[in-house]
């Protein structure tokens, strides 16, 4: 019979037909817990208990109920456990659940930490150093361009008791902290200025430059040029281990007479607006400065007629590119400068930058932009009007009226007044017939009120100086005295000076009357 437990409930039998040896292999295999029943059913319903010398330990993913086809047609095996059992069972898990979630933050945790110190750790303290040094970096960049800032001359006009000339200036570093320079002071009735562009960009090229500018000032005054950038090449050739050098020119101009002289040391050749002209300034063409020791520079020598503006900038200009890579070029900068003839020094330097700029729109700034600008108004320090006219017989009445709406505009004297239209006829005349034989041609009148009356007439032509053909003899009768030169006669007798100069391939005559 069934044995069965206090509610009657079946509790298994023992089925003596099953083999022994196989009940006890299966018990093994199965490794069933202790106090659990095995219960083994035939097809039929009979079941089969098995004696406590069989059980065994049962693993806890075997807990609740596993279900085995044990290989003999119509048997299956059915482990039970007690409600106790499952239990306690349950607890036990959720306590190595716990246990392993505890388990598993730790190993996170100390695999983050050791992480952060062992690998990020390092990795942090890079970039903190990093953020630190790029601070320190960025300091000394702002207090190196405040320094560079307060070598380079920004008051304009800077000499505003010497009305000879007028200045003005730009820079433009594409950097905090750039290597083009320029400067300027006087010395007597001398005017020393320059430019220049230090290879290479940053710190170490400013402190080149610095190294430049303070050369510049402290051995150029007083010796000619030549022989000053001879001095300041070996000074920075000497302990340039770096090998850097600056492009450079240098002029020395006399106020009084406008000549000068200048050195260009490799660097782009400034250019020359004259009477509506722009024409590119004659360069030595020698090496720049710090490149080689014992370099002998060549001096260049020129003059500047009253009106005349020279402009000298850096490669930053010509160079600047827009966004097809297409460069400013010199050619752009020279037809961008032939409408400027009526503009002041910081005119023209506020048209050119912003025609760069223009150009450039919309592309990064890839240099730095530097300009000087010099114009130069003659001894009497005023800036001469002027108007250019076609060199022809017809133009005579329309230049005459000019000038004399520039004298009595100035109130000068009506008798002053038609000594100065006789000579300017005498001389105009001359110009249109004589002075462009095989082309037409222009002549351009400056005038200037200030003190006394200084009259310029810039021609062209074909080089003629009045001055030299001797005075007639006027006590002479006309029959016997030589044709020609009465009227240039004339024209002495009645001013109290009149100059002839010829200045790069033009004829200048100046007309000098006092009036007060």
């Not at 005579?396 to 008798?415: H, I, S």
């Not at 240039?488 to 007060?516: D, R, S």
Request: glycine share 8%.
């Amino acid at each position: 019979e069934p044995l069965t437990d206090r509610e009657g409930k079946c509790l298994g039998m023992l089925y003596s037909a099953l083999p022994e040896t196989y009940l006890t292999s299966f018990v093994t295999e199965y490794k069933v817990r202790k106090d659990m029943d095995i219960s083994i059913y035939k097809s039929d319903g009979d079941a089969v208990v098995l004696p406590d010398d069989y059980i065994l330990e049962l693993s806890d993913e075997d807990l609740i109920e596993r279900e085995s086809i044990i290989g003999h047609i119509g048997w299956k095996v059915i482990l039970s456990a007690d409600k106790k059992i499952i239990d306690r069972s349950v607890r036990k898990a959720m306590s190595a659940i716990v246990l392993i979630f505890l388990l598993m933050f730790i190993c996170i945790y100390l695999v983050v930490r050791f992480t952060v110190r062992y690998v990020s750790g390092p990795f942090l303290a890079e970039k903190r150093r990093t953020e630190k040094e790029k601070a320190i970096m960025e300091n000394e960049m702002q207090l190196a361009s405040a320094a560079q800032n307060e070598l380079i001359p920004h008051v304009f006009p800077p000499f505003p008791d010497r009305k000879g000339l007028d200045i003005s200036a730009c820079l433009h570093p594409s950097r905090q902290v750039g290597g083009d320079l320029y400067d300027y002071f006087l010395h007597g009735d001398s005017l020393y200025f320059c430019i220049g562009d230090v290879s290479g960009k940053g710190v170490q090229a400013a402190l080149f430059m610095a190294a430049t500018h303070y050369f510049f000032r402290s051995m150029v005054a007083g010796i000619s040029v030549a022989e000053a950038a001879g001095q300041m090449n070996s000074s920075l050739c000497a302990d340039n281990e770096k090998c850097r050098f600056v492009t450079f020119w240098m002029g020395c101009l006399d106020l009084t007479s406008g000549d000068l002289e200048y050195v260009n040391a490799g660097h782009d050749a400034p250019m020359l607006v004259s009477g509506g002209s722009v024409g590119t300034f004659p360069s030595s063409g020698d090496v720049p400065l710090g490149v080689l020791e014992g370099v002998d520079f060549i001096p260049g020598k020129t003059k500047l007629l009253p009106g005349d503006t020279l402009l000298l900038y850096t490669d930053g200009v010509t160079e600047s590119m827009d966004a097809g890579r297409q460069e400013f070029g010199r050619a752009r900068l020279s037809k961008i400068l032939e409408t400027v003839s009526d503009a002041d020094a910081s005119g023209v330097i506020e048209i050119v930058l912003d025609e760069v700029r223009r150009h450039s729109s919309g592309t990064p700034q890839s240099d730095d932009i530097t300009m000087l600008a010099v114009e130069y108004f003659g001894d009497d320090g005023k800036r001469m009007i002027e108007k250019k006219f076609k060199a022809v017989d017809e133009e005579l009445e329309n230049a005459t009226a000019f000038v004399t709406q520039e004298l009595e505009n100035a109130q000068v004297p009506r008798k002053i007044i038609n000594q100065i239209a006789a000579a300017l006829e005498e001389i105009f005349v001359n110009i249109a017939h004589y002075a462009y034989p095989d082309a037409d041609g222009y002549v351009k009148i400056q005038v200037s009120t200030k003190d006394k009356i200084i009259i310029n007439f810039i021609d062209k032509g074909i080089y003629f100086n009045p001055l030299e053909k001797e005075d007639p003899d006027i006590m002479e009768s006309a029959a016997s005295r030589q044709i020609g030169g009465l009227g240039i006669y004339m024209v002495k007798m009645t001013m109290n000076e009149v100059k002839y100069e010829y200045v790069k391939e033009h004829n200048v005559l100046t007309l000098i009357k006092e009036y007060k």
